[in-house]
Structure formats: structure tokens, C-alpha cells
């Protein structure tokens, strides 16, 4: 996306390396806030959440 592109560009100027880490897929689909939102907002079964979240997220928001 642009902010990535940007990123690589300008952070160097700034002895910064910008790294870019792919972003996390489930069911082939990215994995978002907005997606994980809308689950916790829908009050969907735990397993699902547990498939997005990484542990420190899970234990942070008190999931599984």
C-alpha cells in the first residue's frame, strides 16, 4: 500500500530500515482490526477469535 511504499522511501533518509511484514491471512482472507472488530462486536464463538489474535492480544482482551 502507499503508507509502505512511502515508508521504504523516506525512513532511510533517516537511517531507518523499513521492514515489511507480510500481513497475517486466515482462510485465505487478511486478517484486520476492522475484522476483528466486527467478531468481537458479533460476539462470535471464541475459536474464531483465537484463530486471529495472537496469544498476547487474546490475553490482553481476557479471549480463551
Avoid: F, W
Amino acid at each position: 500500500n502507499q503508507y509502505n511504499i512511502s515508508a521504504q522511501k523516506v525512513l532511510p533518509q533517516y537511517g531507518v530500515e523499513a521492514v515489511i511484514i507480510p500481513r497475517k491471512m486466515v482462510h485465505g482472507k487478511v486478517v484486520s482490526a476492522s475484522v476483528v472488530r466486527k467478531c468481537l462486536d458479533a460476539r462470535v464463538d471464541v475459536d474464531e477469535l483465537e484463530e486471529l489474535l495472537p496469544d498476547t492480544t487474546r490475553e490482553m482482551l481476557g479471549i480463551g
